[in-house]
C-alpha cells in the first residue's frame, strides 16, 4: 500500500484509508470480534490510516480501536475527532462545543480511551457556532505544541473557514468531509483551497454510505435499527431515483471487470493526488474488496462518463436530514 504526504508538515498515510465508525453504531448491530479481525487484516493490506471519533458510541468506537492498537500503533496512522458532545446516557442528545476547555479535557479522554501517548491527526468534528473557530484551534495547536497531537484537523468547514484559520490562526494538515460521486459539495472551493495550501483532504462516505455498493435494492434491506433509514436519499422516491444512477455505475464496473465499490472509490482518488478516501467496513470481505480499487485505473473517457452520470446535485435528496445539515459550517 503506497504510503503518501497528509497535508505539508510531515504526517504520512495510506492512500486508502478505514473509518471505524460503523463498527460500533449507525449501520447495524456491532461485532467487536468481527471488527478487530478486520482492524487486523487492515494492518496486513496496509491500510494503516484509520478515523475514529469520541462520538462514536458514544466513546466505545475509541475503545475497540484501541484495542486494535495494542502492539500495532507505531504501524498506524491515527485520527480522531472532538466537537459532537453526547449524553451517554441519552446518546440521542447532541450539541456541539469547541470550547478550549472542553479541548483539552476532550483530547486527554480520547488519549486515555485510545491507549496512546499522542494522536496523529486531531479533528474539530463540527464549528462550535457559539465559539469563534479561531479560539477552537489555538486551543488545539497548545495541544500540538504540547506533543499531545501531531496534525490539526477540520471537519465539514467552507473554503473561506479553511483558509482563514490556515492562514491565521495554524496551518492545517487535512479536512475531512464527506466527497463521492453522489456528494460532490467540495468542489465549491474546498478542494482549491487544499491545493493551494498543501492540505491534505480526507473523504468520508466515499460509497455514499454503501449505497454505491449496489448492496442495496430495496428500503427494507436496511436493517431496523440502521440509521440510514432516516436518511433522505434513501428514503420514498429518492430511493428508486439514486438506485437508478446506481445501474449505471453497475454497468460501468462490470465491463472493467471491478466491482462498483471499486470503481467509485477509484473515481474520488482520481479526482486530485492529495485526496485520501476512507470507506468504512467492520467486514473482512468488504475490506479487501475495497482495497482492490487501488487496481482500478480510470482513463479520460471513463472519468468524463462517470462525471456526465453523476454531475454535481444528481443524487436525490439531502444528504443529512435537515438537523444534521445544520452543523455543517457554510
Known amino acids: ?174 479536512i475531512q468531509s464527506e466527497y463521492s460521486l453522489w456528494t460532490r459539495d467540495p468542489e465549491d472551493g474546498v478542494l482549491d483551497v487544499c491545493e493551494k495550501y498543501g492540505i491534505a483532504f480526507v473523504a468520508y462516505s466515499p460509497l455514499g454510505r454503501g449505497f454505491l455498493t449496489g448492496q442495496f435494492k430495496r428500503f427494507e434491506d436496511l436493517a431496523e435499527d440502521d440509521y440510514r433509514r432516516f436518511s433522505p436519499r434513501f428514503q420514498g422516491e429518492n430511493f428508486q431515483k439514486n438506485l437508478d444512477l446506481v445501474k449505471k455505475i453497475e454497468e460501468m464496473a462490470a465491463a472493467k471487470n471491478c466491482t462498483s465499490s471499486q470503481l467509485a472509490l477509484a473515481w474520488v482518488m482520481a479526482q486530485r493526488d492529495f485526496i485520501f478516501p476512507i470507506p468504512g467496513t467492520k467486514r473482512v470481505k468488504y475490506l479487501e474488496e475495497n482495497a482492490g480499487a487501488l487496481h482500478v485505473s480510470l482513463s479520460k473517457e471513463e472519468l468524463k462518463t462517470l462525471d456526465e452520470t453523476f454531475p454535481k446535485d444528481a443524487a436525490a435528496g439531502m444528504r443529512y436530514p435537515e438537523s444534521m445539515m445544520a452543523s455543517v459550517n457554510k
Not at 18 to 42: H, P, V
Not at 67 to 87: H, Q, S, Y
Not at 134 to 152: D, N, Q, W, Y
Request: with cysteine; proline share 3%.
Open 1 to 174: 500500500m503506497q504510503q503518501k504526504k497528509l497535508g505539508a508538515h510531515g504526517l504520512m498515510a495510506s492512500q486508502l484509508g478505514l473509518g471505524c465508525m460503523g463498527m460500533s453504531e449507525f449501520y447495524g448491530a456491532r461485532n467487536d470480534a468481527e471488527s478487530l479481525q478486520t482492524l487486523a487484516r487492515a494492518i496486513e493490506l496496509g491500510i494503516t490510516f484509520w478515523d475514529t471519533a469520541d462520538a462514536y458510541g458514544p466513546y466505545t468506537n475509541e475503545e475497540l480501536v484501541g484495542k486494535a492498537l495494542k502492539g500495532n500503533r507505531d504501524k498506524i496512522t491515527l485520527a480522531t475527532k472532538f466537537g459532537i458532545v453526547r449524553d451517554i446516557e441519552n446518546p440521542q442528545l447532541r450539541s456541539l462545543s469547541g470550547k478550549p476547555d472542553y479541548v483539552r479535557q476532550a483530547c486527554e479522554n480520547s488519549l486515555r480511551r485510545l491507549g496512546t501517548d499522542v494522536i496523529d491527526l486531531y479533528y474539530l468534528h463540527r464549528v462550535d457556532p457559539t465559539t469563534p473557530v479561531e479560539e477552537t484551534v489555538a486551543a488545539m495547536a497548545e495541544l500540538k505544541a504540547a506533543g499531545k497531537i501531531k496534525g490539526i484537523g477540520l471537519s465539514e468547514v467552507s473554503a473561506a473557514t479553511l483558509e482563514r484559520v490556515h492562514t491565521t490562526v495554524h496551518p492545517i494538515a487535512a
